[in-house]
């Protein structure tokens, strides 16, 4: 199952939040003060050394992280989630992809 290591309040929610809408099972691991020096720190970057939320592990352990990169992989396992290929809403749903990993 994946692991969503993240923090309440921080932007792992959108993660969880996509994982939850594709029905995609994951367990959360809660690294809250990751921000500041201490074993959750120590316990994230151990596993993502640039050490932020979102970071993924995945069913074959690798580790994933980037936000739009998730939905992406998400979109791979469930592509009824997004408009389809070749329509002007298509391209809208990419725009607002960006807009979000960029601006929120
Ligand atoms: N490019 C990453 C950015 C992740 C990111 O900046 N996460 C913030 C929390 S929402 C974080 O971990 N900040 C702590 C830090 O950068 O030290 C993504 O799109 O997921």
């Known amino acids: 199952m994946i692991t969503v ?8 929610a959108i993660s969880e939040l996509m994982l939850t809408l594709a029905e995609i099972p994951y367990q959360f691991d809660n ?5 500041k020096p201490g074993p959750q720190q120590e316990r994230l970057r151990s596993i993502n050394p640039l050490c932020q939320v979102p970071t993924l592990q995945l069913d074959d ?10 939905a992406l992989m998400i979109l791979d ?5 997004a408009p389809p290929v070749g329509t002007p809403e298509r391209e809208q749903f ?3 992809l960006v807009w979000l990993v960029a601006n929120v």
């Open 5 to 12: 290591y993240g923090a309440p309040g921080w932007g792992s």
């Open 31 to 35: 690294v809250d003060g990751f921000d």
């Open 61 to 70: 352990g690798s580790v994933m992280t980037e936000t739009a990169a998730i």
């Open 77 to 81: 396992k469930r592509p009824d989630l």
């Open 94 to 96: 990419w725009r607002l």
